[in-house]
């Protein structure tokens, strides 16, 4: 019995290490990619195979960026935008967790509201910006508005339509042994959704950043939203490239920081 235990943690240590080797040969080959994209980019730049004044080059950009550190511009938007976005952000998603679970709550409810919501999901919602500014007047609460109302809706559907996929057998389960509906909700619908919720934070922070970043175009005279704005006017195509590279990585830091939270409450 023992020596089949063994054999099995043994297989399951070679398991793991493969998993990291793997894992590392991934990033390895993600590097790769990436410095063979700004290499190209660079050379071809210099050369002037790609227009320089319309798509700039790594090494312009890097020295903008210093520049706007030194000057403090770019801390200064980098901090209002990024503020703005995970507001959005977490106003978004916890909203959209109420309304949905107000709708698993009451079906009579979700019958009615069903068909808006699907109309509310369709519709452009970058098109209500304007109409967001003008009754919240142009500020930060405008621009976080924008980026709530393209989150908001597919949050509520999203989670909604997983609280409803919960196997009923839990529930009866669980009410056979006398528990309320409230208790039938925590135990058994938010544990078996708890994925579909994280995948849906994953999401949001996509989104909450585009809300923003729209939100910031209309109204907006701070933030990497304005910055681009201000590059295309100007034709400083290089501060357009600083500023959506500043974006993907705070995009990305913000994506990581919830995939880390899912590992932690998982392995919790």
């Given at each position: ?72 511009s770019l801390a200064a938007n ?12 977490i106003i978004a998603t916890a ?174």
């Open positions: 019995m023992n020596e089949n235990r063994n054999k099995i943690e043994l297989l399951h240590q070679n398991y793991l290490q493969s998993l990291k080797i793997e894992k590392r040969w991934v990033r390895f080959y993600q590097l790769i990619i990436l410095a063979f994209v700004f290499a190209s980019w660079e050379l071809l730049s210099r050369m002037q195979w790609i227009d320089p004044l319309i798509f700039s080059s790594p090494n312009k950009i890097w020295k903008l960026f210093f520049e706007k550190i030194q000057d403090g980098l901090g209002v935008t990024l503020t703005e976005t995970v507001a959005s952000f909203l959209g967790v109420i309304i949905a679970a107000l709708l698993w709550w009451s079906p009579m409810l979700s019958n009615i509201l069903d068909p808006y919501l699907v109309i509310f999901n369709a519709m452009p919602k970058v098109a209500l910006g304007p109409v967001i500014i003008v009754a919240l007047s142009p500020g930060y609460t405008s621009i976080i508005a924008n980026g709530v109302i393209i989150c908001v809706i597919i949050t509520a559907i999203v989670v909604y339509t997983s609280f409803k996929e919960v196997d009923p057998n839990y529930l009866k389960v669980l009410q056979t042994f006398g528990a309320t509906r409230f208790q039938c909700f925590k135990e058994a619908i938010i544990p078996a959704s708890f994925p579909t919720i994280i995948s849906t934070l994953k999401v949001n922070v996509g989104l909450s950043w585009v809300g923003v970043i729209v939100g910031e175009f209309l109204v907006s005279s701070r933030g990497l939203g304005y910055m681009i704005i201000y590059g295309f006017q100007v034709f400083n195509f290089t501060l357009v490239f600083l500023s959506l590279f500043v974006i993907a990585v705070l995009a990305t830091v913000m994506y990581q920081l919830v995939d880390l939270l899912e590992k932690k409450l998982i392995k919790e």
